[in-house]
């Protein structure tokens, strides 16, 4: 199994990141075809998926996690999306899509952190609020960088400057995600590898 460390979690955090943007189009254009088009949910669904499938790697044998905290983590994120669409499209109801998009991400990543540690409790093992926080925390700081691109003055005279910008703003909150999850995540596993060291 992978081991363990701190920067190949935030590697591995980034990689899903970047994963997920590449499902994010993919489940893009398979819901077009399907005549589902306008709907934000396919962002919660991708960028979930993305994250959860690579933390996932590190994790399973790890914490003794089976598919159902892939899926459920998937899901944590891609629920606040669907049910803020469907609000969405009542009579008078319209959330200018910035925020829309924010709260969201933090809803996700609060519930991403809660159903974490139910699972972990439910397997008997110990927990701490943090890890709750950190991917609360960790999801709406990643959902703030890329909030930070409505921001970006474009630069008729460089425009490539303001791509660049934009694309490193993308990109850090694969970052952002990896070293704020990754801490309490990092001391968990400290905690389980003292208690079994022949995991290691």
Known sequence: MPSFTYKKWILYSFSGWVLGFCLVLTFSVLFDALGISGFQFVLGLGMGTGIATT??????RRFNL?????LAMSAC???????????????????PAARFMLLCTAL????????????????????HWTLAAGYFLGWTFSGMAIRVIDYVQPNPDSPMITFV???????SGGLIIGVLTGMPIRNL????????PESD
């Open 66 to 70: 089976g598919w159902e905290w892939l």
């Open 77 to 95: 994120m891609t629920l606040p999306f669907l049910v803020m669409d469907i609000i969405n499209r009542l009579p008078g109801v319209s959330f």
């Open 165 to 171: 910008i934009n694309v490193l703003l993308i990109l």
């Open 55 to 60: 933390q996932y790697v590190l994790l399973r």
């Open 108 to 127: 996700g990543g609060a519930l991403s952190g809660y159903y974490f540690r139910r699972i972990l409790k439910a397997k008997g093992k110990t927990t």
């Open 189 to 196: 596993e400290k905690e389980y590898r003292n208690i079994n």
